[in-house]
């Protein structure tokens, strides 16, 4: 049995011909070169020459054919459609990574405090699994104009009818209600409808109104209009649709088929316009105020019945449209390019939050997972509530994850472009609202033809907006940045 002294066994292995351990032999060389090649054949085919023609480009004119210097970046910063797209790129950088960072935080500590997390987790990392496309068709119908279709109006209509609501009548829009008025009646103050005659206890009043097809009478109930007898002491009266298809140009009085307006909110006011009493019309338009002193009264249809309230028409907020959360009417084109902050892109902001919380939740699940839980679980012997505990012990361990999410948004959203082109088409052109430089790359460079310059020119500024970001996660990515 042969015996292997220790020197024998601390010996280095024996060295390869033609080379040591720290200097591989040409054939190893040859082998890794062989299965570097085609990927290094489909880099340089894909990214490398792409990213050469087009800073290239970016220094000729949009038919590539004549060098023009700087001229392409000169123009950029001196347009107001790049200032726009300039913003908006802002917008999207401020927002949306510190906020779907929060969101993915929120949601991964929830989960561990909850039952049913795998199911919890499944379904808010569902809308990462579809498409921005589908992801867009369906927060298109959720931002419908119509508070019938889309649900944030519905929301909104919902909200506003609690503190404002609307009138039996609303109005169309450009029509006033002085133009209802028709025989005794003539328009008041403040969007008011008074009767023309004035009128002491006893007496009676005659008030006919047009405006209104028969469906909305017939919606609210409404039957033929009954002129009530005179009461002593009190002022009677009717409001009815002067309007007969039997006698179209007969407005001097109540004919049959003619209905009543129920539901009125009417005031009794004096010879000084003061109110001094309230009712509300009957099925057939009739009113009735009891208990009248002496003097002269007249009748007042309230403006609150013609409120229309939000959605009137069936439109409310656009919230896929250009109008801007800042006043912008007393400034510059440019300032308003840069100063704006359009509605359109918080809607996008919402939607693409829908899409990538599910994503920033699993990720910080995950280092959450790997947190030391005995640290944890001092913090609350010592005293801490669960506030403390998150803000003062588990967010600082968990910061490294927590950067490398938010700067993988912050490179996300500069190139953000696919949200923009399925959400707001219409406004994604250079200059429009919701424009962006991703877009513009793609609008000014292919919309009408090929176009080299100009586009080239913004790539090649967003390729350098994107690189400090990218870098900085590489990075923290291996460690070198604590």
Do not use: C
Request: aromatic share 10%; glycine share 10%; proline share 6%.
């Amino acid at each position: 049995m042969a015996v292997v002294t220790v020197d024998q066994a601390a010996a280095p292995p024996p060295r390869k011909k033609g080379g040591t351990l720290d200097s591989p032999t040409l054939r190893e060389h040859l082998s890794s070169l062989a299965f570097l090649f085609p990927g290094a054949i489909w880099l340089l085919a894909i990214v490398i020459y792409p990213a050469i023609v087009t800073i290239k480009d970016s220094f000729f004119n949009e038919t590539a054919t004549k060098a023009i210097g700087l001229t392409n970046y000169k123009n950029l910063f001196t347009t107001a459609s790049t200032l726009i797209a300039f913003r908006n790129n802002v917008i999207w950088v401020l927002i949306f990574p510190f906020v779907v960072t929060t969101i993915g935080l929120v949601l991964a500590v929830l989960t561990e405090r909850i039952r049913w997390a795998t199911a919890f987790k499944t379904v808010i990392f569902l809308p990462v699994v579809f498409s921005v496309t589908a992801s867009s068709m369906v927060f298109t119908q959720i931002f419908d104009t119509s508070p019938q279709v889309g649900v944030v109006n519905a929301l909104t209509q919902t909200v506003s009818d609690w503190f404002s609501s609307p009138g039996a009548y609303p109005l169309t829009p450009g029509t006033t209600a002085a133009s209802l008025a028709s025989y005794g009646a003539a328009g008041g103050p403040h969007g008011t409808v008074v009767s023309t005659a004035a009128v002491g206890a006893g007496g009676t009043v005659k008030m006919g109104l047009t405006g209104f097809p028969p469906t909305t009478f017939q919606a609210l109930g409404a039957r033929q209009a009954v002129l009530p007898k005179p009461m002593k002491g009190a002022v009677v009266g009717v409001i009815w649709r002067d309007f007969s298809p039997n006698n179209p140009t007969d407005t001097s009085g109540i004919l049959s088929g003619e209905y009543g307006y129920p539901l009125l909110h009417i005031s009794l006011v004096n010879s000084h316009g003061s109110p001094v009493a309230s009712a509300t019309t009957g099925g057939g338009g009739q009113f009735v105020f009891s208990d009248v002193a002496a003097g002269t009264y007249k009748v007042s249809v309230n403006s609150s019945n013609f409120a229309a309230g939000f959605g009137a028409g069936g439109v409310g907020v656009s919230w896929l449209g250009g109008q801007s959360l800042t006043p912008t009417g007393s400034l510059s084109q440019t300032e308003q390019a840069l100063l704006s902050v359009p509605l359109i892109d918080i809607s996008m902001i919402i939607a693409y939050l829908w899409i990538w919380a599910g994503f920033t939740m699993v990720v910080v699940g995950a280092g959450l997972a790997a947190l030391d839980r005995q640290v944890l679980e001092a913090a609350q012997v010592d005293g801490a509530n669960e506030w403390q505990t998150l803000r003062r012990v588990t967010i600082p361990m968990l910061a490294p994850v927590l950067v490398v999410v938010l700067v993988t948004m912050v490179i996300n959203v500069l190139k953000i472009f696919d949200i923009v082109i399925n959400l707001a088409y219409n406004t994604a052109e250079p200059g429009g609202q919701a424009s962006t430089l991703a877009s513009d790359v793609y609008f000014t460079g292919f919309s009408n033809g090929i176009h080299t310059g100009l586009s080239s020119a913004l790539a090649v500024i967003l390729f350098v907006l994107v690189i400090p970001a990218m870098l900085f996660n590489l990075k923290r990515i291996k460690g070198g940045v604590s």
